[in-house]
């Protein structure tokens, strides 16, 4: 087990359920039903990516570079996806001028998120 990435994913976990109940007990009264479900889309995504990591931590001791990657892919993803819907759906309430410099960063994350699950298959299939 890789103590890094137990940590990471042990933080995104937390954070994971301290922005899920933010949103659903203080935003839902501040943000629209829409902006409110792509919170949750954040929530959503940051949950699967935080069970990915501990996934990860399993194969980390196989010292192969490829987790190493996947590691780095998914917690660039988490940032970048789920903080720019973070972002996107406080836009109407809080962030107006920001969400055009937001929004093409959630495909990055996206992006990122795939590269980590494509790293994840290559290592298992070099494995041995």
């Known amino acids: 087990m890789n103590k890094r990435i137990i940590l990471t ?3 995104f976990g937390a954070l994971a359920v ?7 007990h203080s935003l839902k009264n ?3 039903t829409s902006s409110l479900a792509i919170w949750q889309k954040g929530v959503e995504y940051q949950f699967y990516h935080t069970f ?3 996934y990860l931590s399993t194969f980390a001791r196989y010292k192969n570079k490829l987790i190493g990657f996947a590691f780095l892919f998914f917690t660039a993803g988490i940032i970048f996806f789920s903080g720019s819907l973070y972002l996107l759906a406080l836009k109407d309430a809080y962030f ?3 969400a055009q410099y937001v929004g093409p960063i959630t495909p990055l994350g996206g992006l990122c998120f795939i590269l980590g699950w494509v790293c994840l298959f290559l290592a298992a299939l070099k494995d041995k």
């Open 9 to 11: 994913a042990a933080f």
């Open 18 to 24: 301290v922005l899920g109940a933010f949103g659903a």
């Open 30 to 32: 501040l943000i629209d």
């Open 52 to 54: 990915a990591l501990l």
């Open 96 to 98: 107006s001028s920001i």
